[in-house]
Every structure is written in C-alpha cells, then in structure tokens.
C-alpha cells in the first residue's frame, strides 16, 4: 500500500526533475545566445571536454561484473531446468545479483543505477 503510493511520489518527482532538465534547453533556445555557445557544449566543441565526461560524475558501470552475474544467472537457469527434467532436488534459490554500482531505493526497495537513482530519490 505505502510502497505503490511511494512509487507514484517518486514518478512524479522523475517527471518534475526531467522538466527541470529542460527547462536549461529551453531557456537557451529563448534567449539569443544560440544553444550550441553554452559554456558546456562549447567545451565539446573545443575539445575541452568530451560528452562522455559527465557520465563519468558517476561510477562508471562494471561491465564485467554484469557480464559474469549474466553468466551466472543463465548456468543457474540451466541447473533449474536440468533438475525439473531429472526430478532432483531444484538448486537453492539466490535472488538475482544487483550490480555493486546500483543504488537501492530507500523507499521502494527497488534498485537503480546512479544515474537513474539521483532522478528517483532527491538527496
Ligand atoms: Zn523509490
């Protein structure tokens, strides 16, 4: 009950903070400063900055670590069925592994990246 009306708050607060988002586009394209000569893009452009740098605020994701936890989870989807159709016993449920780099929501309990968790849950 508490949890759905927590994760309607928290959409709403996503879909303000993507207005907020905007909102600095907006007010570029108003004006008659040409959105391409804000400072940021303009250090793009310079090569000053790279656009992949302010990704790079956050924890960059561990590509590997998602790579074995895929693996993991197919071998232990695999020995799931491999029991069903041997009738053994079903290997020991293990809730599937959240990336080291997510952020659990205190609310919700749901899981997101950092980039994904800064929109859900203001800090
Ligand atoms: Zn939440």
Same mark, same amino acid.
């Given at each position: 009950m508490y949890q759905k009306k927590h994760q309607a708050i928290c959409r709403k607060i996503l879909t303000n903070k993507r207005k907020t988002f905007d909102a600095g586009k907006q007010r570029a394209t108003d004006?008659?400063?040409?959105?391409?000569?804000t400072k940021k893009t303009l250090q793009i452009y310079t090569g000053?900055?790279? /656009?992949?740098d302010e990704k790079s605020?956050?924890?960059?994701?561990n590509w590997r670590e998602r790579h074995q936890s895929l693996i993991k989870s197919i071998r232990e989807a695999r020995s799931v069925t491999q029991a069903i159709k041997s009738g053994g016993p079903l290997p020991k449920f293990r809730p599937t592994e959240i990336p080291s780099d997510y952020v659990e929501c /205190?609310?919700?309990?749901r899981n997101f990246n950092q980039h994904a968790a800064q929109r859900h849950t203001p800090l």
């Amino acid at each position: 009950m508490y949890q759905k009306k927590h994760q309607a708050i928290c959409r709403k607060i996503l879909t303000n903070k993507r207005k907020t988002f905007d909102a600095g586009k907006q007010r570029a394209t108003d004006s008659d400063i040409p959105y391409a000569a804000t400072k940021k893009t303009l250090q793009i452009y310079t090569g000053q900055i790279r /656009p992949q740098d302010e990704k790079s605020k956050y924890k960059k994701p561990n590509w590997r670590e998602r790579h074995q936890s895929l693996i993991k989870s197919i071998r232990e989807a695999r020995s799931v069925t491999q029991a069903i159709k041997s009738g053994g016993p079903l290997p020991k449920f293990r809730p599937t592994e959240i990336p080291s780099d997510y952020v659990e929501c /205190p609310y919700c309990n749901r899981n997101f990246n950092q980039h994904a968790a800064q929109r859900h849950t203001p800090l």
